[in-house]
């Protein structure tokens, strides 16, 4: 069956450090992978997108790889803050009108 | 530019009543969806629609209705609630980060917690 699996349980770490999240799928073929963050009460923000031919994408303390052959994308937050705390999620966007998206990983940043 | 709007943001029903979601986006997009979100679970489509005019079925449809009364507008109907609806439900429109034409992102509304009794 088709799935997407982020890491269910939530990822604590000290401000400073870098935060590593992992989305794994297997039996897609997605053109392209996004990330989104999703704050309590509040719906999903986009934050990165990587196409199928790009291996790493950076927007300022945010990196993300993807690897088609593990079917794989890594998520990167370099000294991270406070305010980085969040649900994080992976969304793999499938053909035509049909974006899957994983659970989402908590991530909790102590100062 | 208000993005995506939803409402209302709380409701809470007795089986069997019905009570429509309202959601517009200001955008300009093609696309509109709505998914609910469930605890430990991802974000699942219930229907979407790729233009003004067109509506398909998503993931769970079932117990749903929707209408795409414009570009602007997409609304989701529950016709008879039942207890396995209580949930939150997103809005989205779709378009490419940035603001440029096209499709490959999409923008949320803030959602609508709903509970069934």
């Known amino acids: 069956s088709q799935k997407i699996e982020q890491n269910s349980e939530a990822l604590n770490i000290q401000e400073g450090k870098t935060a590593t999240l992992t989305c794994n799928y297997t039996n897609y073929s997605p053109a392209y992978l996004q990330w989104y963050r999703q704050d309590p009460g509040r719906g999903p923000v986009f934050l990165l997108l990587i196409r199928e031919n790009e291996k790493e994408k950076r927007k300022e303390r945010l990196k993300v790889t993807f690897d088609t052959t593990l079917k794989q994308s890594l998520f990167h937050i370099t000294a991270s803050q406070p305010a980085d705390s969040a649900t994080y999620l992976c969304?793999?966007?499938?053909?035509?009108?049909?974006?899957?998206f994983g659970a989402g990983t908590r991530l909790f940043v102590k100062a | 530019n208000a993005g995506v709007t939803q409402t209302p943001k709380f409701q809470v029903l007795k089986t069997g009543q019905s009570m429509t979601l309202q959601c517009a986006q200001d955008?300009?997009?093609?696309?509109m969806y709505w998914y609910r979100q469930d605890p430990g679970m991802g974000l699942r489509l219930i229907y979407y629609?790729?233009?003004?005019?067109?509506?398909d079925k998503g993931e769970v449809p079932n117990g749903y209705n929707v209408s795409r009364l414009n570009k602007r507008e997409f609304s989701l109907r529950l016709e008879s609630a039942a207890p396995s609806q209580t949930s939150v439900y997103f809005c989205?429109?779709?378009?490419?980060?940035?603001?440029?034409?096209?499709?490959?992102?999409?923008?949320f509304g803030p959602g609508t917690r709903l509970t069934v009794l």
């Open positions: 955008m300009n997009h093609n696309s």
């Open positions: 969304a793999l966007h499938t053909g035509g009108f049909k974006t899957i």
């Open positions: 989205a429109s779709e378009g490419l980060a940035g603001g440029r034409s096209g499709s490959d992102t999409q923008y």
């Open positions: 629609s790729a233009s003004e005019g067109t509506t």
